[in-house]
């Protein structure tokens, strides 16, 4: 790492590595007598080290503890009876009347009194079979039958067979003698054989015998026994051993993420952000904008995550809410005097005998007087440029805008002298000393349509581009009034294409005159006819300028054109510009960051030293205080003042006491060298003084909604962390004769010993009231339980120390009578086993749609069957069920 200093440069090596800096060689944490911290296995990486456990357990969520396996709770380990999970193993054992078999897994029938097939002298020929109450019985093998003494086996064809008419050894197994196989001293014993004492060579395999040495199915056949294994097994060379199929070393077993092989079967399963399908093998993405309160204004799904988006004047926080942004923190806002933070957005005001520039956020003193106490709403400005008129009217301020049709407008700008004084409308009226005319005009344009676009040419390129001697109408006017409506379009001549378009302009203005044009010679009605003359000129160049498409609005920064027909080959078009820009000759002058001038256009002047500008248009610099000056003429920010250190995130400049010095709560900055700190948005604040970013601005109030049949607890600011230091209570208090079914998706809680944040929920707030559930740790594997109280009092409580993402808990209430039955499914270890199963309960989709049911049962049968079948992997429409079937139906 390298660090800049103010006269030099500092080496740093990486967490993980030591060394001067310059060179770095890794740190092996595992060689400390710790081990790393880690309880069983440290395994060094590069800058890093990373803990492993034995078999048998897993690696805890702090990354060093070793947490034992429940190998249990896949497929029963593979037992036939009953699983009984130990510490870093798991063992198989037998119901009562049975023992394990040598692979570990599967039972025999032991029997308490009488013969045993397990009995070497059981006195059975063939197969050996147990019966009830302890006894046994005798079988043949296909082609034999069974001998007077119930235990020897007699051939069944005639004379041409090899053992014919007498008894059978277990040697005649094929029709003749020649064929059959060859038996050796390893499987055969001796027996005596009627009144004679031979020895016959014997095979002894049989199903009776050990399950016939085979790990799984036995079957007696006329070969000897033939072994097999179930489905997601393979039978091994020597024909007895069963060897559980890692499907998932071919293709992923068909999954489309990820494999994970299981005892005699697979589970597939998505990466985050995606959905396994009812195939149980194919992934969909989720769309989370979707769901419900996915974000607090514009999400945006993308494979695999979402993006959440505020409107503009409000930031995000806690990953998915909107705050309003407080524009006024950061450099007054940019405003030169005033700054006024509205709910999504800002103003910028000016002291007394100051105007608000045309960018907005400069005053300009205001020069002379102005016929009114009051500044003027509405201005009219027309010239002669390029042989003809053109003319700009602006709105100042007090604009109400209709223009909902396509080729219709209408715009008023100002406030009329008729609204102010509540007095009829009139050709003119005194107020005191204040006259007041009022006029109305309409323009009838032979071609074109109305049209509110951006103009070619805005106003405040007017003094480049109408120099003041060629100005011929320069009014103020305290109110204007503009409509545009197109007429209908006229049928032409037969074979001729149809009449152009009408358009008609009209135009309303109120001018105003006072005492000062009031003298000896001029009356106050002699003031008024000029004012009226004035007026009348006004609008001759007005008419001309809309008749040559030079009449140009601009609507409080929107600059836009009045009228527009089809553009003129001929005619000579002037250079268009940007927003807020002006001509110099045939060029766009807008002064640039570090620039400034007197109306914000070109020609600029550098800022001097000592001041900045962050902004292009400006009519000024900012100081950078406590006469700090800057490194070089025209500085952008505040970075560019030679302060006397460079403060880091989480600290602010003070130009007073020339130190830096934290953020205070309820603020943040993220960057080096910033003279101020960012306000958190809305209703968020900080944990502490000192915050370097947005996520540490918190909502602090407790989440969730509460409703009769169903709702959800939410942790504050989720699913942002949790503040420090906060307290959440709620209270389910169900209708009568209805329970609580809690699903607790997930929990991010810090893992402290001390249980410094913990979520628990019990009867009522005393601490030794019943407690349905308590924990003070991460949890991402879901858990639903029902309350063990009618009511619900649940509490959370953070310290001072971590933080975490927290929780979103949702909850329903469903009938007493159903109890008995959803006890049943949240207790089943299958509900919880199935990775698929997990993702049940953490889908909102899913849970949402199980609620519904639960909570009114009749909403059912909004649910097809196939839409059932669409929702819900099979195994656990399966589990489902046969519980509802039992409990519905439990005596067939």
Known sequence: LCQNTLASYKCSCKPGFQGEGRQCEDIDEC??????????????????????????????????????????LENNGGCQHTCVNVMGSYECRCKEGFFLSDNQHTCIHRLEEGLSCMNQNHGCSHICKEAPRGSVACECRPGFELAKNQRDCICKYGPAHACAGRPCSLASLTEREDTAPEVTESNATSVVDGDKRVKRRLLMETCAVNNGGCDRTCKDTSTGVHCSCPVGFTLQLDGKTCKDIDECQTRRGGCDHFCKNTVGSFDCSCKKGFKLLTDEKSCQDVDECSLDRTCDHTCINHPGTFTCVCNKGYTLYGLTHCGDTNECSVNNGGCQQVCVNTVGSYECRCHSAYKLHWNKKDCVEVKGVLPTSVSPQVSLHCGKSGGGDRCFLRCHSGIHLSSGLQEAYSVACGSSSSLRSKQPKSNDSAFGDVAT????????LSEGKCSLQKAELFPEGLRAALPEKQSSVKESFRYANITCASSKQAPGAPGRPSATKEMFITVEFELETNQKEVTASCDLRCGVKRTEKRLRKAIR????????????????????????????????????????????????????????????????????????????????????????????LGATSFQDCETRVQCSPGHFYNTTTHRCIRCPAGTYQPEFGKNNCVSCPGNTTTDFDGST???????????????????????????????????????????????????????????????GDYLVMRKTSSSNSVTTYETCQ?????????????????????????????????????????????????????????????????????????FDVLAHPQNYFKYTAQESREMFPRSFIRLLRSKVSRFLRPYK
Not at 64 to 70: F, Q, Y
Not at 587 to 605: R, W
Not at 705 to 727: K, M, Q, R, V
Not at 811 to 835: F, K, M, N
């Open 31 to 72: 060689e400390n007598e710790l081990n790393g911290g880690c309880v069983h296995d440290c395994l060094n990486i590069p800058g890093n080290y990373r803990c492993t456990c034995f078999d048998g357990f897993k690696l805890a969520h702090d990354g060093h503890n070793c947490l034992d396996v429940d190998e249990c």
């Open 693 to 755: 970013n947005i996520t540490q601005c918190k909502d602090r109030r407790c989440g969730g909604e509460l409703g009769d049949f169903t709702g959800y607890i939410e942790s504050p600011n989720y699913p942002g962390n949790y503040p420090a230091n906060t307290e959440c209570t709620w209270t389910i208090n169900p209708p009568p004769k209805r329970r609580i079914l809690i699903v607790v998706p997930e929990i991010f809680l810090p893992i402290e010993d001390d249980c």
């Open 437 to 444: 005319v009022r006029t109305s005009v309409t323009f009838k």
């Open 541 to 632: 160049a007005l008419r001309k300028a809309a008749n040559r498409e030079q009449f140009h609005l601009q609507l409080s920064g929107m600059d836009l054109e009045g009228a527009k027909k089809s553009p003129r080959t001929s005619e000579h078009r002037v250079p268009s510009c940007g927003a807020g820009q002006g001509h110099a000759g045939n060029q766009c002058g807008l002064c640039q960051p570090g620039e400034y001038s007197a109306d914000g256009f070109a020609p600029c002047q550098r800022c001097a030293l000592g001041t900045f500008q962050p902004e292009a248009g400006r009519t000024s610099c900012f100081p950078c205080g406590g006469g700090l000056p800057t490194k070089h």
């Open 778 to 850: 991460t949890y991402e594997r879901p858990i639903a339980f029902t309350s063990r109280s009618k009511k619900l009092w649940i509490q959370f409580k953070s310290n001072e120390g971590n933080s975490a993402r927290g929780f979103q808990v949702p909850y329903v209430t469903y009938d007493e009578d159903y109890q008995e039955l959803i006890e049943d499914i949240v207790r089943d270890g299958r509900l919880y086993a199935s990775e698929n199963h997990q993702e049940i309960l953490k889908d909102k989709k899913l849970i949402k749609a199980l």
